[in-house]
C-alpha cells in the first residue's frame, strides 16, 4: 500500500506568502490591485519576458483579488506557488 503525501491546508482566511509568475510585463498602472506583492522582471531561456509577484496576502480571497486583476489584464499565468504552506 503505497501513502498518499503529505497535504498541508491553508486556512482561507489566513495570511500567507505567494509567488506568481506570469508571462510578459505586468503595467505599472495595476500595482493598486496587486495588493502590495513586489514585483520583479527577468528573461527566460527563450528570451521571453517574465514577471514574478511575490509577497504576503491576507487571505485566499486576496490571491483571488490578484488574480482576477492578472486576468483582466489578460497576462498569460505561469504558476501560483504557496511559499509559507
Known amino acids: 500500500m503505497s501513502s498518499s503525501p503529505e497535504v498541508h491546508q491553508q ?3 489566513s495570511p500567507a506568502t505567494y ?5 510578459g510585463p505586468v503595467a505599472a498602472g495595476w500595482s493598486d ?5 513586489t ?5 527566460t531561456a527563450d528570451g ?3 514577471t514574478t509577484l511575490e509577497g504576503e496576502l491576507s487571505s485566499q480571497t486576496a490571491l483571488a483579488g490578484v488574480l482576477s486583476a ?3 489584464m489578460q ?3 505561469f504558476s501560483v506557488e504557496c511559499l509559507s504552506c
Open 39 to 43: 514585483a520583479s522582471f527577468e528573461t
Open 70 to 72: 492578472l486576468c483582466e
Open 48 to 50: 521571453s519576458p517574465m
Open 19 to 23: 509567488r506568481i509568475q506570469v508571462y
Open 11 to 13: 486556512q482561507f482566511a
Open 75 to 77: 497576462a498569460t499565468l
Open 33 to 37: 490591485r496587486l495588493n502590495g506583492l
